[in-house]
């Protein structure tokens, strides 16, 4: 018996539509340093969002009431966060600039969804693409324009499309 590709929650109705209508909207027209009130209408929505947590207005989220940030997690401008299933991002995590978490796939095949993990101090560098089912262990490092699928062991910088392990990151003690 093979098993059957997860299927993701049927969004909240009501959720949905006023995120859709007016959250999107309010979000986006935000100041640029008002991290607070992005933290709010996150909240507002759904979202597990800790008080030091920075997310850049220009940030397209589509359902942030799968989405939970860590502590002091950092996501930059014009990141794409394609929630259909839950995306878990780390303590110290920070996703760069044009970078794409994805947790649906469709193909000929029909469409694949699955969660999206990143660990504690993890790092996305620009314009990566993180496919569905992907997690990255504690101190990962994906490099610019980077595709990643699959799980990318703790402390090790991946790059290259797809990614393949690089080096693993050495984090010597202060002297």
Known sequence: MTAEPPVAAPDPPFRAFWWRTIGRLAFRMTPYGWFKGRRVLLRLFGAFVTPNTKVRRTT?????????FGDRAMIGDDVA???????VLGDRCAIAQYATLSTERRD?????VAPIALGDDSWVAADALILPGTTLGPGAVVGARSTVA??????TVVAGDPATPRRQRVIEPPS
């Not at 397209?60 to 939970?68: A, G, Q």
């Not at 966060?81 to 995306?87: F, M, N």
């Open 150 to 155: 699959g799980e990318v062991p703790a402390w």
């Open 108 to 112: 000929r095949d029909g469409t694949a």
């Open 60 to 68: 397209h989220i589509d359902r942030p009431w799968n989405v939970r």
């Open 81 to 87: 966060l394609r929630a259909r299933a839950p995306i």
